[in-house]
């Protein structure tokens, strides 16, 4: 009997001894965590989530640790944070986090049904972009072309959009951003019809004559249309 008893006190003690540590240990990795932030230290704050996720799971650390590693271009990690199915149940920014890192690690198809799914969720011109650019690179051109349209339609002079191609980023109207891709539809849809296409790039490059990607996209139809024997 006094066996059990002292069996029982142990493991008593020890079960409070855990609990002690795990609290202690909380509290330990929240104030680490909020001083990496104040720091700006992307490693340190990865360190303090990725601890505090396994003392204390929870879907908004998981997802939180996961933005973390997708905005340092850690797109890999960010998805074998929160994986890459799609969930109805995600949230937002769960869903969008693995739109972004999958089209960064090209995965276009898998990329899109996210962002289709953020698009249902929410219409926006930013969305429809996106989901314009992968159904191009998967062969959608009818598909892309509504979406187009749309963010032709809804998309104001204040939005832009972000391009990396050269070394230095830049940034051009959304609505040009549309109108380049209109362009690649338009050939798409018509290798015959070069200067349809061109006159929606053309439209693209009155608006941001800057825009190096759509001066780009004009020089190659332009090589392509002299290479067409008359």
Do not use: W
Not at 93 to 104: E, G, M, P, Y
Not at 176 to 181: N, S
Request: aromatic share 10%.
């Amino acid at each position: 009997m006094k066996k059990g008893i002292t069996a029982l006190f142990i493991l008593l003690f020890v079960g409070y001894g855990m609990a002690q540590t795990n609290s202690e240990l909380l509290k330990h990795y929240e104030s680490f965590y909020k001083e990496m932030q104040k720091q700006g230290d992307v490693n340190g704050v990865i360190n303090a989530l990725t601890h505090l996720n396994v003392l204390s799971p929870s879907k908004d650390r998981r997802d939180t640790l996961a933005y973390v590693y997708m905005n340092n271009n850690q797109h890999l990690e960010a998805l074998n944070t929160i994986g890459i199915e799609k969930e109805e149940s995600d949230s937002n920014l769960a869903v969008q986090i693995k739109a972004i890192a999958l089209k960064a690690l090209n995965q276009p198809k898998r990329a899109l049904d996210q962002f289709e799914m953020l698009y249902g969720r929410k219409q926006t011109p930013y969305l429809a972009y996106e989901i314009a650019d992968l159904k191009i690179q998967l062969g959608d051109n009818d598909g892309a072309a509504v979406n187009i349209d749309y963010g032709i339609d809804k998309a104001t002079e204040e939005m832009k959009y972000a391009f990396y191609e050269r070394q230095q980023p830049y940034e051009v109207s959304l609505k040009a951003a549309f109108y380049h891709l209109k362009g690649l539809v338009a050939y798409n849809k018509d290798k015959n019809n070069i200067d349809a296409a061109i006159g929606f790039i053309d439209e693209a490059l009155k608006s941001d004559p800057n825009f190096n990607l759509a001066s780009m996209s004009k020089q190659a139809l332009q090589s392509r249309k002299e290479a067409i024997p008359e």
